[in-house]
T-cell receptor, first 111, second 113 residues
Framework: QKEVEQDPGPLSVPEGAIVSLNCTYS??????FMWYRQYSRKGPELLMY????GNKEDGRFTAQVDKSSKYISLFIRDSQPSDSATYLC???????????FGTGTRLQVFP | DSGVTQTPKHLITATGQRVTLRCSPR?????VYWYQQSLDQGLQFLIQ???????AKGNILERFSAQQFPDLHSELNLSSLELGDSALYFC????????????FGQGTRLTVV
């Protein structure tokens, strides 16, 4: 079993839709949960991260962690064509040396 | 712009050759990480340096090596290149050895022919 799994997509939605991107992980010791966004031919950029379980909101983005089911979600409200990118989840340990990434979900938002 | 600079942006080389990829971290960041991204494997951690010392190793092949210099820039050396080494190589940096907020460069696209 992979440590982190994501549906590769592509997920194609119309502009204005609510998008749900999901990730599952296997190691219950993970405590930080990060989402990176990667535009085509660019480096990943940190979108947001949460610590332990619960929700965190940042503008149109909400990250949700359910540690009991080892499930991470990123919701995007009022999606825009500029949100078209690959979204990578990266659960990690505290005081860690490396990030373990999921393979990413490609999102396409069409006008 | 993340502040992490990678050179070159593109590299085409033949099998069996050796190449060096360079990374300049963000100003003040002591930790540098190298990742390989290929279509079928996703983003794979290779190696991390912190303030000049190797701190963590991931799935890095023996043909690959890295170092971090006193000015904190880092180089990733890839030798005896094979077709399967074709990938995007990313460098990331963070202020400390904790990878909580790592900033990625734009990557070097390596094509081995």
């Amino acid at each position: 079993q992979k440590e982190v799994e994501q549906d590769p997509g592509p997920l194609s939605v119309p502009e204005g839709a609510i998008v749900s991107l999901n990730c599952t992980y296997s190691n219950s010791a993970f405590q930080y949960f990060m989402w990176y966004r990667q535009y085509s031919r660019k480096g990943p950029e940190l979108l947001m991260y949460t610590y332990s379980s619960g929700n965190k909101e940042d503008g149109r983005f909400t990250a949700q962690v359910d540690k009991s089911s080892k499930y991470i979600s990123l919701f995007i409200r009022d999606s825009q064509p500029s949100d078209s990118a690959t979204y990578l989840c990266a659960p990690t340990f505290p005081y860690t040396d490396k990030l373990i990434f999921g393979t990413g979900t490609r999102l396409q938002v069409f006008p | 712009d993340s502040g992490v600079t990678q050179t070159p942006k593109h590299l085409i080389t033949a099998t069996g050759q050796r190449v060096t990829l360079r990374c300049s971290p963000r100003s003040g960041d002591l930790s540098v990480y190298w990742y390989q991204q290929s279509l079928d494997q996703g983003l794979q951690f290779l190696i991390q340096y912190y303030n000049g010392e190797e701190r963590a190793k991931g799935n890095i092949l023996e043909r690959f090596s890295a170092q971090q210099f006193p000015d904190l820039h880092s180089e990733l050396n890839l030798s005896s290149l094979e077709l399967g080494d074709s990938a995007l190589y990313f460098c990331a940096s963070s202020p400390s050895w904790e990878n909580t907020e790592a900033f990625f460069g734009q990557g070097t696209r390596l094509t081995v022919v």
